[in-house]
């Protein structure tokens, strides 16, 4: 029997209803019961609101509570769906792998207008996790050449995946420690959203993040540990008048630009997300 009501009214419109009220505590109850029945019943959100009346089998009931328990224990939605969105694409995503954002657009947004006035376009994504950052310059840039890189295995072969489904010949994938794999000098770019959360931040960040890899959320030197590395480094893998950019937490942006003016990198700017926080630092390698 439902858990959620006694009469058994097994319909797509009282699935929603009742995975959103269960889900109540919660922030989008509703589009969260939708984007869960969605991939229950493997049709489109807006396919549900014209089958309304339709019936559920009991399995699909049955999944689709199972699935709204584990939300409601914090389980993020795209973990559940297997999939997230960003840059209007569908990447696959799983357990193991980060969960591409919103508010990196930004980062992609700061790259494609750069990568449009280079002669060259060679980049690399450190970090690609489930390959969102480099599947959306392939998508505005099909010539280029990118690299992804990723020093875990499952978000390597999660990433080809995802380049394979979204049909991007253009793209390379690496197994590397960032930018240690690459050739000296070779790139026009190198873009990367590392880890940038402090531990001591722990208590204040959203609890389903955790269900995140730590190795892909948290950093040592209050967040700082990973950006260093590679903004102290990757002027050696860069091209003259190469581009470096980073996305970091909203309080970082001061000591990001030090760090860019300490590598050697010029034009050093920082941009603001859409909530007016600092986000993404980029500079310019120096031609000696």
């Excluded at 099909?142 to 992804?148: F, S």
């Amino acid at each position: 029997m439902n858990k959620w009501t006694d009469s058994r009214q097994n319909t797509i419109k009282a699935a929603l209803e009742a995975g959103s009220m269960k889900l109540q505590p919660m922030e989008n109850t509703r589009l969260d019961a939708e984007l869960i029945l969605s991939h229950v019943l493997n049709i489109s959100r807006s396919l549900l609101y014209v089958s309304l009346e339709e019936k559920l089998l009991a399995a699909e009931e049955e999944l689709f509570d199972h699935l709204i328990e584990k939300r409601l224990a914090g389980i993020p939605v795209a973990y559940l769906t297997g999939s997230a969105s960003f840059w209007s694409q569908d990447f696959k995503v799983c357990e193991g792998v980060l969960i591409p954002r919103p508010e990196t657009e930004l980062l992609v947004e700061r790259c494609l207008g750069i990568i449009g006035e280079c002669d060259q376009r060679i980049v690399a994504d450190l970090g690609t996790g489930s390959g969102a950052i480099a599947g959306a310059i392939s998508s505005e840039f099909p010539n280029a050449r990118i690299i992804a890189v990723d020093n875990s295995e499952t978000a390597i072969q999660i990433a080809r995946e995802n380049f394979k489904n979204l049909k991007m010949k253009n793209v390379d994938c690496i197994v590397s420690d960032w930018n240690s794999a690459l050739a000296r000098s070779s790139l026009s770019m190198i873009v990367s959203n590392p880890p940038y959360v402090s531990r001591n931040e722990i208590n204040l960040i959203d609890r389903e993040i955790l269900a995140e890899p730590e190795r892909s959320i948290f950093a040592e030197e209050n967040g700082l540990s990973e950006l260093k590395r590679i903004i102290s480094t990757s002027g050696i893998y860069l091209k003259p008048d190469g581009h470096l950019l980073v996305e970091h937490g909203f309080l970082q942006g001061e000591r990001v630009r030090s760090l860019f003016n300490d590598a050697g990198f010029r034009s050093v700017q920082t941009f603001k997300d859409l909530n007016k926080n600092e986000r993404v630092t980029q500079g310019q390698k120096r031609t000696h």
